[in-house]
């Protein structure tokens, strides 16, 4: 992800059945024996997840990819809001993946925080990166963080950026999403709310509802 302080841009690849949408807001894993999302961190996860959504250009990291790696590094973010909103996150966190700068900029799916934020390798390890920053000269001095991220669920039903806007011209929750208001994020925060309102979109697509009648 090649990114900078005055123009966020969104994720860049430099480098069991998908669950349908639910109603009921979801909850951070449990834990278990096994490597889970809780038990790749030592900051212990929350039953009460934060929610947000994560930009990515699918032509250059999809979630299609993200499904066949199963975690991925999310590093780049050279925005000090969008940088701020990954500081923020905790394990079993969910975050919309949303495909951006395509033809149909959508939230096509979630994933799951699995490893809190720590110093951004790609801004200070070599030279060469297209995301190093000359004023990040080690981990102790680096400017950027990264979030480990695993998949969590691909949306049979995606919510398109148009079907987005015009659903909010008659919902103040929507309305006021940051997705709408400060669009060039490449990583924010949604609400609990919002994050219901959405699924309750893809639950009414999903029946053939169109959401833009």
């Known amino acids: 992800m090649a990114n900078n302080n005055e123009n966020d841009r ?3 690849n430099n480098n069991k059945e998908p669950p349908s949408a639910v109603s009921a807001l979801p909850s951070a894993p449990a834990s278990s024996s096994g490597e889970t999302a809780s038990s790749s961190s030592s900051s212990s996860s929350s039953s009460c997840p934060q929610y947000f959504l994560l930009k990515s250009e699918p032509h250059e990291f999809s979630i ?3 499904i066949g790696k199963t975690r ?3 590093d780049g973010v050279r925005n000090y809001a969008a940088r701020n909103h990954l500081r923020s996150m905790n394990v079993g966190d969910l975050c919309w993946f949303y495909h951006s700068s ?3 900029p959508a939230i096509v799916g979630t994933c799951r925080v699995v490893r809190k934020a720590i110093p951004d390798v790609t801004a200070f390890q070599d030279p060469k990166h297209p995301n190093y920053d000359p004023k990040s000269t080690s981990a102790e001095n680096c400017r950027w963080d990264s979030v480990l991220v695993e ?6 039903t995606p919510i398109t950026l148009k079907e987005l806007r015009h659903q909010a011209k008659h919902n103040q929750v929507l309305e006021s999403m940051m ?3 400060r669009g060039r994020l490449s990583v924010m925060p949604v609400t609990a709310t919002e994050w219901l309102q959405v699924q309750d979109l893809m639950e009414r697509k999903a029946r053939g ?5």
Do not use: G, H, N
Request: charged share 35%.
């Open 151 to 156: 998949f969590d669920s691909l949306y049979e």
């Open 102 to 104: 395509c033809a149909t």
């Open 179 to 181: 997705l709408l208001k």
């Open 209 to 213: 509802e169109s959401l833009l009648d």
């Open 72 to 74: 991925e590094e999310w």
């Open 10 to 12: 969104p994720k860049r």
């Open 64 to 66: 299609q990819q993200l």
